[in-house]
């Protein structure tokens, strides 16, 4: 199968129409994304793609705002949605159009239940197709128009073999009777929603060596953040391009007050001093300017205190998942994840009533966990 050398454009509502009637009664449809993320603090869904498997259609999202009418071509069918680690790819169609996805195969999920090293979809379509995918518009500005013909070819190899891939990894996934733990991990992702983007004055805290700094150098970093925070939200940019985090900390550490004394700084260009120099000052002052008992200290754990029998119970949980995963051929943390673990040994052999679920405690999972509960969680 060759990719087509000119995807259809969808640019208006009559080409939309058009390839949804076309597509209702197709049994499956491959579908993927392309956004702005890298390049925009505010980011949107600029592209979607779309296949039967023979043919690939490309909607300009930045031109279209109304895409209702693939609401019944998405959620009004029973055609298979088969995505490629589709998590982002749900959350973008439902905030920005208000689109549902189901019912959803997602071929990145399937092939880690199956156990696959490599589980990016050039990886798989490479070992299943020999098919080499050109991954070099992966960071391009997908709001950026017109696109070119590489990019729009690179837009459509990603939905092209998607529907063939889904075939092979389904037929593997029922072989090995793990149809039914890929079908509930389906289903979690359709459901999954948006977590509208907020700033976090305390998300500095992250920052790699901000825990390290003194109070005075932590209060000018607080500072520091929260103004390139403020700076790429005015210039819809994201943090990252207004300065870098390891560039804010070394500014931190010198607490510069005159102009001099951001000199020889690694990362902070001339264009970045141009755009932000005054700023950076204005902010270490402020953090200065801090009476010592306010400056911010580092956040104590706000997890429960960890008893002995939690200890005793995570470390036969952790053995006992090394063990279960080599025998099925899994990534431990596909088995379980580890805030599974540890939300099960806080709990004991209560957390398996169901009264208060356990985050990523799947039907499957429980299943797996059962024959053994009693003695691990004890």
């Given at each position: 199968?060759?990719?087509?050398?000119?995807?259809?454009?969808?640019?208006t509502?009559?080409?939309?129409?058009?390839?949804?009637?076309?597509?209702?009664?197709?049994?499956?449809?491959?579908?993927?994304?392309?956004?702005?993320?890298?390049?925009?603090?505010?980011?949107?869904?600029?592209?979607?793609?779309?296949?039967?498997?023979?043919?690939?259609?490309?909607?300009?999202?930045?031109?279209?705002?109304?895409?209702?009418?693939?609401?019944?071509?998405?959620?009004?069918?029973?055609?298979?949605?088969?995505?490629?680690?589709?998590?982002?790819?749900?959350?973008?169609?439902?905030?920005?159009?208000?689109?549902?996805v189901?019912?959803?195969?997602?071929?990145?999920?399937?092939?880690?239940?199956?156990?696959?090293?490599?589980?990016?979809?050039?990886?798989?379509?490479?070992e299943?197709?020999?098919?080499?995918?050109?991954?070099?518009?992966?960071?391009?500005?997908?709001?950026?128009?017109?696109?070119?013909?590489?990019?729009?070819?690179?837009a459509?190899?990603?939905?092209?073999?998607?529907i063939?891939?889904?075939?092979v990894?389904?037929?593997?996934?029922?072989?090995?009777?793990?149809?039914?733990?890929?079908?509930?991990?389906?289903?979690?992702?359709?459901?999954?929603?948006?977590?509208?983007?907020?700033?976090?004055?305390?998300?500095?805290?992250?920052?790699?060596?901000?825990?390290?700094?003194?109070?005075?150098?932590?209060?000018a970093?607080?500072?520091?953040?929260?103004?390139?925070?403020?700076?790429?939200?005015?210039?819809?940019?994201?943090?990252?391009?207004?300065?870098?985090?390891?560039?804010?900390?070394?500014?931190?550490?010198?607490?510069?007050?005159?102009p001099?004394?951001?000199?020889?700084?690694?990362?902070?260009?001339?264009?970045?001093?141009?755009?932000?120099?005054?700023?950076?000052?204005?902010?270490?002052?402020?953090?200065?300017?801090?009476?010592?008992?306010?400056?911010?200290?580092?956040?104590?754990?706000?997890?429960?205190?960890?008893?002995?029998?939690?200890?005793?119970?995570?470390?036969?949980?952790?053995?006992?998942?090394?063990?279960?995963?080599?025998?099925?051929?899994?990534?431990?943390?596909?088995?379980?994840?580890?805030?599974?673990?540890?939300?099960?040994?806080?709990?004991?052999l209560?957390?398996?009533?169901?009264?208060?679920?356990?985050?990523?405690?799947?039907?499957?999972?429980?299943?797996?966990?059962?024959?053994?509960?009693?003695?691990?969680?004890?």
């Open positions: 199968m060759s990719t087509p050398k000119v995807p259809n454009w969808v640019d509502e009559a080409a939309l129409g058009e390839m949804a009637r076309h597509l209702e009664a197709a049994p499956a449809l491959a579908i993927d994304t392309e956004a702005d993320s890298f390049y925009h603090y505010f980011h949107k869904c600029c592209l979607i793609q779309f296949s039967d498997g023979h043919e690939v259609w490309l909607i300009d999202s930045i031109t279209l705002k109304d895409l209702s009418a693939l609401a019944p071509v998405l959620h009004g069918s029973n055609a298979r949605k088969v995505l490629h680690a589709a998590e982002q790819d749900v959350l973008y169609l439902r905030r920005d159009f208000g689109l549902e189901q019912p959803l195969f997602d071929t990145m999920i399937a092939a880690q239940i199956l156990g696959k090293r490599s589980v990016g979809l050039a990886g798989l379509l490479q299943y197709f020999g098919v080499a995918l050109d991954k070099g518009c992966q960071r391009d500005d997908w709001s950026r128009r017109p696109l070119t013909d590489r990019q729009r070819v690179y459509a190899e990603d939905v092209l073999h998607l063939r891939l889904q075939h990894l389904e037929a593997d996934l029922e072989t090995r009777g793990r149809l039914e733990w890929a079908r509930e991990e389906f289903e979690y992702i359709a459901r999954r929603s948006w977590a509208p983007r907020a700033f976090d004055p305390e998300e500095f805290w992250g920052i790699k060596g901000a825990r390290d700094l003194e109070p005075a150098a932590a209060a970093l607080k500072e520091l953040v929260a103004m390139r925070d403020e700076r790429a939200r005015a210039a819809d940019l994201p943090p990252f391009r207004i300065v870098s985090d390891e560039t804010l900390l070394a500014l931190a550490r010198r607490l510069p007050k005159v001099a004394d951001l000199d020889g700084l690694k990362g902070f260009t001339p264009l970045v001093r141009r755009r932000i120099g005054p700023l950076v000052l204005e902010a270490v002052a402020r953090g200065l300017a801090l009476p010592e008992a306010e400056r911010p200290r580092p956040p104590k754990s706000q997890g429960r205190r960890r008893t002995t029998a939690f200890r005793v119970r995570v470390e036969r949980l952790r053995a006992w998942r090394r063990e279960r995963a080599a025998e099925l051929g899994l990534d431990p943390g596909v088995l379980f994840p580890q805030s599974t673990l540890d939300a099960l040994a806080d709990r004991g209560a957390g398996l009533d169901g009264g208060d679920p356990i985050p990523g405690l799947r039907r499957w999972r429980r299943a797996i966990l059962s024959p053994d509960a009693a003695r691990l969680l004890a």
